[in-house]
């Protein structure tokens, strides 16, 4: 349909007004909210969901990943690893103590189907490594707390759908909700939805990337020492089940089923779809069917085929569909392929991944003043992204992103002039790592990059 209407003008009463604006819940929105409020600016954290996690959560991702270059150097640290402590102490978080994160079949026996491996690593065995598996209602819950505790202003059911705008400084943003749109102004606003809504409708340059999108589902009733007993004792019968079942998914990565901290649960990070857009409402509904086909052929097979599988039921398909990549704004730095790979080193250094960096100046976007992106849509070329989106990181970004923010307020000064050492430092007195120390590992980011491409 190629027609248009005119929508009529609504006044937006302003419903909040607070020094820093989050717009997203997500794993990068809830570290960004939670590491401003603590530094003491006010903050609204908006969502349109129901709940916070994003991904995390309403997404059913669940296994913390690129929290460890290697079985050795822990690389995020600082509001992903207290996430982690807390939903610990919850008996919420399962990961492998120090002494089991190494390559041998002994501890691939025992930790690969929780996924705790290092995803890059060749061969049938990888080693272990420090990843996270976690209950994401538990997820749900300690985010909960944190913002509760931060003393952060939650509005969910706040769907973002237009910037506040003077000049090129963005001043807050327009929600709907049930009861009409509303405004909710600030002095930074930190654009944390994931599709980058906010840059894109400041008028920030972006490219649209993407990816295959995957309705997550898990299924419970699952004996899951029968089954691991199934592949360890009859690897080739089981090698073919596992084939099918991967057929009728139609995409999925080499183990589609993995543990959960929850008995007889199991999270199935497939079927993976490609060519859908992740920001289209035709893309994604028709996606949501086409997943929920698959998910229901495969039970169905599996009942009858797979060992320990006999009673499985779905739980719960992904509320939140499995977009990884859609907008990426492209800031005052765009991190390439090379960059991650090669484990880059940048001197503005706020946030780190797997082996790599994240500069400040790739969560700064061009043309826009007093916004800061944080999260899966920084600013990345498409193929950096499939390498450096995953949760840990995101947090890593999103605390970075709110201790900026609060940084350029106590010095009056706008998020693109703040002293980048100065929030270095204070992310290291909050335990993160802003990646400012290289590792030995590192290389160092030649001259005309540092200086932009
Ligand atoms: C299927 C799948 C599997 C993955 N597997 C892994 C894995 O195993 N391990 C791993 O670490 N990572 C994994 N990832 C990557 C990881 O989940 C994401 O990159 C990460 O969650 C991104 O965090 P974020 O906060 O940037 O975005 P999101 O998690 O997408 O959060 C964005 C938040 O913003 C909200 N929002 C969006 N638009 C608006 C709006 N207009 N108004 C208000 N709120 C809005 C959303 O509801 C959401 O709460 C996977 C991703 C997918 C999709």
């Not at 079949?105 to 995803?119: A, H, V």
């Not at 299924?219 to 019968?237: C, I, K, M, W, Y």
């Not at 139609?250 to 589609?256: D, E, I, L, R």
């Not at 849509?377 to 709110?402: D, F, N, W």
Request: net charge negative; with cysteine.
């Amino acid at each position: 349909m190629d027609c248009a209407v005119t929508r009529p003008a609504a006044d937006a009463p302003v419903a909040a007004r607070s020094d820093v604006v989050v717009v997203g819940g997500g794993p990068a929105g809830l570290a960004a909210a939670v590491s401003a409020a603590r530094g003491g600016a006010s903050v609204t954290l908006l969502e349109r969901y129901a709940h916070l996690g994003g991904l995390a959560a309403g997404g059913m991702v669940l296994v913390l990943d690129d929290f460890a270059d290697g079985p050795d150097e822990i690389t995020v640290r600082g509001l992903a690893q207290e996430m982690v402590d807390r939903l610990h102490v919850l008996g919420l978080a399962v990961y492998p103590p120090p002494g089991d994160r190494l390559l041998s079949s002994e501890m691939w026996q025992r930790w690969s189907r929780w996924g705790l491996f290092d995803l890059y690593a060749k061969g049938p065995e990888k080693s272990i490594v420090y990843a996270v598996a976690f209950d994401p209602d538990g997820w749900k819950r300690v985010s909960n707390d944190l913002v509760e505790e931060a003393g952060v202003d939650v509005r969910l059911h706040s769907w973002y759908s237009a910037p506040i705008m003077f000049g090129d400084t963005i001043g807050g943003v327009i929600c709907e909700t049930k009861t009409g749109p509303q405004a909710v102004l600030g002095d930074v606003v930190i654009d944390a939805s994931g599709d980058a809504d906010v840059a894109a409708g400041a008028g920030a340059p972006h490219v649209e990337g993407s990816y295959m999108v995957t309705t997550v589902f898990r299924l419970g009733n699952v004996d899951t020492d029968t089954a691991e007993r199934f592949e360890h004792s009859q690897p080739a019968e089981c090698h073919a089940v596992n084939r099918m079942a991967r057929r009728i998914l139609g995409g999925s990565w080499a183990m589609w089923w993995l543990r959960t901290p929850l008995r007889g649960v199991v999270w199935c990070n497939c079927p993976h779809m490609n060519g859908y857009d992740g920001l289209s409402v035709e893309d994604l509904t028709a996606a949501d069917r086409e997943g929920r086909k698959r998910i229901a052929d495969l039970v169905e097979y599996v009942r009858e085929h797979y060992p320990g599988f006999e009673n499985a039921v779905v739980i719960d398909v992904a509320p939140q569909i499995g977009v990884r990549q859609s907008r990426l704004i492209e800031g005052e730095y765009v991190v390439t392929k090379d960059d991650v790979v090669n484990r880059i080193h940048f001197a503005d250094s706020v946030a780190r991944g797997r082996g790599y960096y994240t500069p400040y100046r790739a969560m700064l976007p061009q043309r826009v003043e007093q916004l800061l992106v944080a999260g899966r849509h920084y600013s990345v070329t498409p193929e950096a992204q499939k390498l450096s989106r995953e949760i840990p990181p995101c947090m890593s970004m999103g605390e970075a992103a709110g201790t900026a923010a609060v940084a350029a307020l106590n010095c009056g000064v706008t998020v693109r002039k703040v002293d980048v050492a100065a929030v270095q430092r204070r992310l290291r007195r909050q335990g993160a790592d802003p990646g400012d120390i290289p590792s030995p590992r590192a290389r160092r980011a030649r001259s005309t990059r540092e200086a932009n491409s």
